[in-house]
């Protein structure tokens, strides 16, 4: 099954109703977002007054629709706390050397008897029964208490933690949610070996551990969680730290399962960048990915490109993976895109960028605790200033152990940041979510004015007029903006 990365939008679709007055739609004025309303003016206030004080700031930030997190990791989402949850209901041990999961010996019973583990390994069981294991556990498996020493970096912490925490069962997933140069004839020989075969079990995987997620939040029933309201889509991820080979099957197989599974809206790349593999065959991986692209033009592409420092690689591996990314795989999100201005001719690829609109997926906590890069050297403001999309994300918000919330505060607290600016972001994150169907709104990118079909209604009317409503109905992207638009009146109206 393809490893799995999820984006969320901002949550339950609009109801949209079809009695109102097409006459009365037809003699207002178009409306646009781009004039600020009086409840829009005096939620920027509330914003100016919150930045005065942290606690504030989160608990301002916290009521405000964010919109979608495209950049975050099924694995790296799930807080070390309910890894040794699972870790103990599947009755794994614990390396106490490593403190990392274990299998258990192949004696141990099953069934609810203790596993039996061997010398240095305890059940992980154990964790629940010895504070100090339990800490150890949760600081090995994230960013928690973490201090660089020589030969420990940031860097190196962070994705040690994920080899530590693996080996659970696979049901949990519903509570988390030689070289060929022929890659047409590669691409016909996987197939005649009977790859598509692997696409069914990938939505068997996935319709598995759906149906676990909604019988975990009794979605559908009068008790149902909150989290039912959260949509959520799937990037069919590539392990770009493999061989060429493993590379271009696991690339196929994620565009033919993509193309048979709607909920699947894109393909992305995976694993450190500066890994010897991925840098010595980042040119081929691009290439790979440009190839099949064009043979399923439909599927969307975000890549993790520049999660790079010159403290990382040398000053040459800096060039062009960004570029290479956008223009050879024609990727429509980047994530990260860290070392964007040691890019050859940096400027002029930031204008191609804008002028084609690929978004980038900023997720500051990240580049921080992973590269060492924040504040001022941070290049989110250099994307901003040339007019190229962005939008916040957590990147692994359970190993970083932050939430998108916190994002946003780092991002108003580091950067300044205005009410109107926040929108913007959250707005640019739906824009870009990969959700079929056409764009609520008429300029990509813009936000001033809705499509025709909407631009007499109020933005996000819990009763859209008749054309408008039909709009939104063709378009689940259109749906969530709608949504979002909604909610956004909501909260600028108790602010």
């Known amino acids: 099954m393809p490893g799995l990365a999820f984006s969320r939008s901002s949550g339950a679709l609009v109801l949209l109703l079809f009695f109102a007055s097409p006459a009365l739609a037809q003699t207002k004025a178009p409306r646009s977002a781009a004039v600020p309303t009086n409840s829009e003016q005096r939620t920027g206030l509330g914003l100016q007054a919150a930045r005065q004080n942290p606690l504030q700031l989160r608990h301002f930030l916290f009521g405000m629709p964010k919109g979608a997190d495209l950049h975050n990791h099924l694995s790296g989402a799930v807080y070390a706390e309910s890894w040794i949850r699972a870790a103990a209901e599947d009755h794994l041990c614990i390396d106490l050397a490593k403190f990392a999961f274990a299998k258990p010996l192949a004696s141990s019973s099953s069934g609810g008897e203790q596993p039996e583990c061997g010398d240095d390994k305890v059940p992980a069981a154990d964790a629940y029964k010895d504070q100090h294991l339990f800490d150890a556990l949760v600081d090995a498996f994230s960013m928690r208490g973490f201090v660089p020493s020589p030969g420990m970096t940031g860097h190196d912490h962070f994705f040690d933690t994920f080899s530590r925490f693996g080996g659970t069962d696979h049901r949990h997933l519903g509570e988390w949610i030689d070289e060929r140069d022929d890659f047409s004839q590669l691409r016909d020989d996987l197939l005649a070996h009977g790859l598509r075969d692997d696409v069914a079990f990938a939505k068997t995987g996935l319709d598995q551990a759906e149906a676990?997620?909604?019988?975990?939040?009794?979605?559908?029933?009068?008790?149902?969680?909150?989290?039912?309201?959260?949509?959520?889509?799937?990037?069919?991820?590539?392990?770009?730290?493999?061989?060429?080979?493993?590379?271009?099957?696991?690339?196929?197989?994620?565009?033919?399962?993509?193309?048979a599974d709607p909920r699947f809206v894109g393909i992305n790349l995976v694993m450190p960048e500066d890994g010897y593999t991925a840098m010595s065959d980042y040119a081929l991986h691009m290439r790979i990915v440009g190839f099949l692209h064009a043979l399923y033009p439909k599927i969307h592409l975000s890549l993790h490109a520049g999660e790079l420092t010159p403290a990382l690689v040398p000053y040459e591996g800096l060039c062009c993976h960004i570029r290479l990314a956008v223009e050879q795989a024609q990727a429509e999100r980047i994530g990260h895109?860290?070392?964007?201005?040691?890019?050859?001719?940096?400027?002029?690829?930031?204008?191609?960028?804008?002028?084609?609109?690929?978004?980038?997926?900023?997720?500051?906590?990240?580049?921080?605790?992973?590269?060492?890069?924040?504040?001022?050297?941070?290049?989110?403001?250099?994307?901003r200033l040339?007019?190229?999309?962005?939008?916040?994300?957590?990147?692994?918000?359970?190993?970083?152990?932050?939430?998108?919330?916190?994002?946003?505060?780092?991002?108003?607290?580091?950067?300044?940041?205005?009410?109107?600016?926040?929108?913007?972001?959250?707005?640019?994150?739906?824009?870009?979510?990969?959700?079929?169907?056409?764009?609520?709104?008429?300029?990509?990118?813009?936000?001033?004015?809705?499509?025709?079909?909407?631009?007499?209604?109020?933005?996000?009317?819990?009763?859209?007029?008749?054309g408008c409503a039909a709009f939104l109905k063709s378009s689940e992207r259109a749906q969530q903006q709608w949504e979002l638009e909604r909610r956004f009146r909501v909260f600028e109206s108790e602010s």
């Open 337 to 383: 895109g860290v070392d964007i201005i040691y890019e050859d001719h940096p400027h002029a690829l930031l204008k191609e960028m804008a002028a084609n609109h690929v978004m980038v997926e900023i997720s500051l906590t990240s580049n921080d605790v992973i590269l060492g890069v924040s504040g001022k050297v941070h290049p989110f403001s250099l994307y």
């Open 386 to 466: 040339f007019g190229v999309p962005v939008a916040l994300s957590t990147d692994d918000e359970g190993v970083s152990r932050i939430d998108l919330t916190h994002e946003y505060v780092r991002a108003v607290q580091t950067y300044d940041l205005h009410y109107a600016d926040l929108k913007r972001m959250v707005r640019t994150g739906l824009e870009h979510s990969f959700l079929p169907g056409a764009s609520l709104w008429s300029v990509p990118d813009t936000f001033t004015r809705a499509v025709p079909a909407c631009s007499h209604d109020s933005l996000g009317a819990e009763e859209p007029s008749p």
């Open 212 to 259: 676990l997620r909604l019988k975990h939040e009794h979605c559908g029933q009068p008790e149902a969680a909150s989290a039912c309201h959260v949509q959520v889509r799937y990037l069919c991820q590539v392990l770009r730290g493999f061989p060429k080979e493993q590379v271009f099957a696991q690339t196929l197989l994620c565009f033919e399962t993509a193309s």
